[in-house]
């Protein structure tokens, strides 16, 4: 893996997996680092991995500067959701799906990855770092740290760059996840199954049949006493009756 992030541009001029992949310490604060090649001029695409020499998955943070509207920046985690997606397809992952609001499951219904999104702004305006925790033996079918470093970062990337050209197109006039909602719908696990909403507390707040996602990424659950209560993803995750 190369060492040193790359300088560089808006994401605009920089190619998708064109910035370096650089390497950190164990006890090096992986997100900070981040946030700080994010605030500076760092391209789209940058990517700091966690030294993965113990032997386990490397812990994975990656720069985007996707050019949409600041309100529009919650939608990123659905979107990094389908990147992994895409990933976990790619590597022979068979039935998986996204665990809402940011993990992705197996056809069993073990969790291989899960990505999560801190927004900041720095010198080139508004960016984001994704941060993904992933099983990549399993995720990208058996791929070497390296290879899967890349799979995971270029499909991250290409799944933004695309998004924000979306946005761009007058397609996300609804919400953010306009350009993406069949396709969200169509991959969250348990849709249209019997669910709990858990809160961040552990408390269950709610159960029924989990109904719908909307352009923003909240999720619906249909109740036995006929309500609909949607959810945020900072306010609650979803397990199996």
């Not at 910035?19 to 900070?32: A, I, R």
């Not at 949409?68 to 039935?95: E, K, N, Q, Y």
Request: charged share 20%.
């Amino acid at each position: 893996m190369g060492v040193g992030p790359t300088p560089g541009r808006s994401s605009h001029d920089v190619p998708s997996g064109s910035p370096e992949v650089s390497l950190v310490g164990q006890d090096d604060d992986l997100v900070g680092l981040a946030m700080s090649l994010g605030r500076s001029s760092a391209a789209h695409g940058s990517c700091l991995v966690r030294d993965p020499s113990s032997g386990a998955s490397p812990e994975i943070a990656i720069l985007l500067r996707p050019q949409v509207p600041m309100g529009l920046f919650v939608g990123l985690t659905a979107v990094c959701s389908l990147g992994l997606l895409d990933v976990a397809r790619g590597g022979g992952g068979g039935d998986v799906a996204i665990d809402w609001p940011s993990g992705i499951v197996s056809g069993s219904g073990e969790q291989v990855a899960r990505v999560g999104v801190r927004a900041a702004t720095g010198d080139l305006g508004m960016f984001a770092v994704a941060i993904v925790d992933a099983d990549l033996p399993v995720l990208t079918g058996g791929r070497s740290v390296e290879e899967s470093v890349r799979l995971v970062r270029d499909a991250i990337v290409g799944r933004v760059d695309a998004w924000s050209d979306a946005v761009r197109d007058g397609r996300a006039q609804a919400g953010p996840l306009a350009p993406v909602l069949s396709e969200c719908y169509d991959s969250i696990a348990r849709m249209g199954e019997p669910v709990r909403a858990i809160s961040r507390d552990g408390r269950e707040v709610c159960r029924g049949v989990l109904a719908g996602v909307d352009v923003w990424g909240r999720v619906t659950i249909h109740t036995a006493f006929g309500q609909d209560i949607a959810f945020a993803g900072e306010q609650a995750s979803l397990i199996s009756l």
